[in-house]
Structures are given as C-alpha cells and as structure tokens.
Nanobody, 125 residues
Framework: VQLQASGGGLVQPGGSLRLSCAAS????????VGWFRQAPGKERMFVAA????????VYDDSVKGRFTISRDSAKNTVYLQMNSLGSEDTAVYYC???????????????????WGQGTLVTVSS
C-alpha cells in the first residue's frame, strides 16, 4: 500500500488544520494507521494512531484533547484534525500504516512498514 499525506500549511497559533492520509494500491482495512511528526532538529515522534477495523485510537499526551484521528472507509483515508495549534506543533507530519500491530506497539515507529512522504505544518503568526 502507498500512502499520500496532505493538508499541511501555515496556520496561526490557536488555529486548526486537518491532515489527510490516503491509501492507494490497497486498502486500509485491517491496518493500523499512525501519525508521527518531526520538528526541526528533533527526532520523529508519535502523535496518534487508529486501528482501522475497531476504530480504537491512541494519542500522545501532548496532543490529547486537541487532535482527533479518524477514518473514512469510503475514501480509504485517515484524518488528523488538529485544533488549538501552537508553535510546538510545527513539524513535518508523516502517516504510516501496517497490519497486525498490537495495541501496545501503536506508538512505535518500528511497527510500521509503510510511510507517506510527509506534509509540513507551520504554526506561526
């Protein structure tokens, strides 16, 4: 499966953006899909993940209550709705997917074999 991340851009502090991760060459059915981000000069970190079949989702503490991950089966797409954005959310956001990820590994980058190209989110006034 190939992943295409989109929706990044420049947003003011306190604003919102919605990122999309679309699958091609396959379906997300049975997969877990995660979002990770890499801020300038920092390591790539986990943001959120969702299990496609059960819709169970997990979040990093830094985004709980502000970000929501969801999926649209008709569009074979996973979304990351980001609200109350701050400068600390500036990063390149990547989506990733894989099948058969156990719940405890959803936040682990090494659990994912398929990665999108990344989309840049810049939060600045």
């Amino acid at each position: 499966v190939q992943l295409q991340a989109s929706g990044g851009g420049l947003v003011q502090p306190g604003g919102s953006l919605r990122l999309s991760c679309a699958a091609s060459g396959g379906t997300f059915r049975g997969y877990s899909v995660g979002w990770f981000r890499q801020a300038p000069g920092k390591e790539r970190m986990f943001v959120a993940a969702i299990k496609w079949n059960s819709r169970i989702s997990v979040y990093d503490d830094s985004v709980k209550g502000r970000f929501t991950i969801s999926r649209d089966s008709a569009k074979n797409t996973v979304y990351l709705q980001m609200n109350s954005l701050g400068s600390e959310d500036t990063a390149v956001y990547y989506c990733a997917a894989d099948s058969s990820i156990i719940h405890s590994a959803l936040a682990s980058q090494t659990a994912y074999d398929y990665w999108g190209q990344g989309t840049l989110v810049t939060v600045s006034s």
